[in-house]
């Protein structure tokens, strides 16, 4: 039979935590100590190889009253190597483990009589334990503890084969043609004296990993332990896809403590939704479920959540966190954190609640800034006008917020021709303007035009001002005089070629009583009016504007667009 070793495995991958017991002085396997194996059906990769760990002594295992996981990366890392990368969703193979106390009853600090067996049992249905292995006459145990001492003879051997073996190393591979062979114990190997070993090894599934339940089946040697009778469950055992193991104690069995993960939970207003999160601890290899409900704190359902009233949370097997998500409601105005109340109920059977069973969760107020402007830089009141409207708009938010709206004199003075508006403007929330509505006073048409300044600034926080923050407001007086307009010659004064598309330049001034011109169109044969370019609004300004002639007679007027009526 050949024997390998592999290297760099070691009985530190699970006893080195402190949950099995101290290493031994060399890593050789001894009477008490569980042997966990891996095989591969025929034809398949790894087939000829078997692969096995010593867990350490099983009176480690009998004294644990919690659930522990053994881990280390080298375990997945050589399974890897013997059965594939994929080998923990094959469905071919599989493991199991056993132990015997052997002759000798106080080996490792057993109290066991001797001879007592342990081994696993598949679980037909994760979660659900398997029936228990039944205790047998002197003859079957005697039979199968001297099996287990060949594999664990054939095991050390394996171990013995390297002069450099250290007490870390607690790992071979085996040649599973081999009589002594994990291999040998399971179907199509050594099955006499009413223990089938094949039975002790099921499948290998998905993610969470078949289970097994570790059994201890003592002797009937007078009497006392009848033959048949059921044995004695010590733990349940879990192969995660990591190929680290779990132990769940057989008091432990379907226990398990669900509670919050944290005492605070937060999430912005805008996310749409808040997340709590609820933990297992314990058996997570069953399914198990609780309640959730919310209750008010700062926060009112309805206006600020949606409110969760006996939500279940359903755990299945092998999960051990789940998240709750809790409608929460954007409100647009700006207010302070709310907060609710969540509490777990409704825990049955071997789930119970933990300590952290309620908690706070809050929502923080995030309003999208605004950022506001002056809808036009220049602002007109018509001649007969008591009050001119000056409008602001803003983007982004939808919120309530406030602005400083301030005026200046110019031409216009404050008190004597127009009323200072009050320095602070309410923008409404989810309106996109508002209008401040100036007063003006009287005006007579022996009075000129006049203008006064307006800015914007110091939005509340977290708005901001746009790129138009400052304008005037022309107020413009009763007018019946309309301006004068000249039109001087044209540039050049000779005839154009109107299929090279030269341009004309037609040019003049305009004066106006008031002082003010607004601007200067000109229209050429009853076609669009274009707006001519004024070197100034001052009365006697310039325009100028250049045309490009089409074909046919041309003919030109000009007007002026004056402030007055």
Known sequence: M??????????????????????????????GEVLVGFRADTSTTGADTNYVIDLGPVQNLKALTSVQTFSNTGVAANLATVYGASWHTRTNLYWGAVASIGNFSQVGGNTDAIKTLYATKAEATNGVLAPAWVRKGESVHTSVTSRISALRSAYNDSLRSTPSATAVDAAVTMASGGLNSWSSYQPGGISSEG???????????????????????????????PVDVPGELIGRMVLNSNASITFIPAAQVGVNVVQFGAATYSAAENAGTLAVTVTRTGDTSVAASVTISTSNGTGTAGTDYTALTNQAV????????????????????????????????????????????????TITDTVLPSVVSLQADVFTASPLATTVPVTLTRTGGTAAFTVTLTTTNDT????????????????????TTTTVNITLASRTAAAPHRVFNIALSAPSSPNTLGALTSGIVRILSPDDNKPTVTIGATTPAALVNENLSDTVTIAG?????KAVIGRVEVQLNGGAVANATLNSTASGASYSLSVTPVGGLHLHGVQTTHWGA
Request: charged share 15%; glycine share 8%.
């Open 2 to 31: 050949k024997h390998n070793r592999i290297k760099q495995l070691t009985l530190l991958a699970f006893a080195s935590v402190g949950m099995i017991g101290s290493l031994k002085a060399a890593p050789l396997s001894e009477a």
């Open 195 to 225: 223990v089938s070993f094949g039975l002790w090894n099921p499948q290998i599934d998905t993610n969470p990993a078949k289970y097994l339940d570790l059994f201890r089946m003592e002797v009937d040697t007078t009497g006392g332990s």
């Open 314 to 361: 359903n755990f299945a097997v092998g999960e051990a966190s789940k998240n709750v998500l809790i409608t929460i409601v954007n409100n647009p105005a700006t207010q302070p954190d709310r907060t609710i109340n969540v509490a777990l109920g409704g825990a049955s059977g071997g789930t119970t609640l933990g300590a952290q069973a309620t908690a706070v969760a």
């Open 412 to 431: 216009a003075i404050a008190g004597t021709h127009y009323t200072a508006p009050a320095t602070t403007v309410n923008f409404p929330a989810n309106e």
């Open 509 to 513: 001034a305009a004066t106006d009583d």
